[in-house]
């Protein structure tokens, strides 16, 4: 069976990942999720204390880019990969509000965008993945056979994460998270290198009202069509 390539794109919180990792396991092809590396190059910045405010685009982090290695590892009892910053499992941490915070500021960064865009597209290079994003379908694979654009409201994707993050143990507030979905949106939508925007051939599809299986079995299905049309 020929493998495709799929892009998953969309706005903070639209349930992206969920899908991209249900897709992956059914068609038994590679999941990533590339906000993960975005995510762990801001925790290196905050542990190692790289945000300055005279520094706002941040040229220490950037020094120290070569650094910093990323990895996935395969959790079978997950049943999905989970992110490796020089060698430590950092896929919890990641999540947290703090580093969500600041995410969207070191994700402006064009040296930081060009590694990490590097490095997905050597995973990618044998297709047979689902990777999930903001530029997946516009800068990192614009040959994909298939891409999804994903939307929801604000409201409906600060309520997912706002029970996500109480689920495990964090915090928080559900102003605070609207707050910082919206701020993330705007950064994403308005920055000069890989603006998110829906690439002119995605299909887009708005999850407000879908659950989580009803979402599933439109994606699959999209995927099945689109690999037996590249046979
Ligand atoms: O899970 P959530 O939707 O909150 O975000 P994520 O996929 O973990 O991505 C976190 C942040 O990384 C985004 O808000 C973007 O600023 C950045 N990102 C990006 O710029 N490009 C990507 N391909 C993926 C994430």
């Known amino acids: ?14 349930g992206k990942s969920t899908v991209a990792r249900q897709l992956a396991n059914a068609l038994e092809y590679i999941y990533v999720d590339s906000g993960a590396m975005y995510r762990a190059v801001t925790l290196y910045a905050i542990r190692n204390k790289l945000y300055d405010e005279k520094d706002p685009g941040l040229q220490r982090l950037v020094a120290q880019l070569p650094e910093i290695h990323l990895s996935f590892v395969f959790d079978p009892r997950l049943g999905y990969s989970e992110i490796l910053m020089n060698g430590e499992n950092v896929d919890k941490e990641i999540r947290r509000m703090e580093v969500s ?17 590097d490095i997905q597209r050597d995973i990618g290079k044998d297709k047979g993945i689902v990777m999930d994003g903001r530029d997946i ?23 997912r994460r706002y029970e996500e993050l109480l689920g ?37 599809i708005d999850n407000s009202e879908l659950d989580i299986g009803e979402q599933f079995d439109k994606v699959l299905r999209l995927a099945k069509e689109t690999i037996e049309q590249s046979l």
């Open 1 to 14: 069976m020929s493998k495709i390539t799929i892009a998953i794109d969309g706005f903070s919180s639209t």
């Open 101 to 117: 915070d600041r995410v969207s500021q070191v994700a402006v960064i064009r040296e930081i965008r060009e590694k990490l865009v």
């Open 137 to 159: 379908g516009t800068v990192v694979f614009p040959d994909a056979e298939l891409k999804i654009f994903i939307t929801a409201s604000p409201d409906v994707r600060a309520r």
């Open 168 to 204: 495990r143990g964090e915090k928080v507030n559900y102003e605070e998270v609207l707050r910082n979905i919206r701020e993330r949106d705007y950064i994403d939508s308005h920055r000069e290198f890989s603006p998110l925007k829906k690439a002119e051939d995605a299909v887009e």
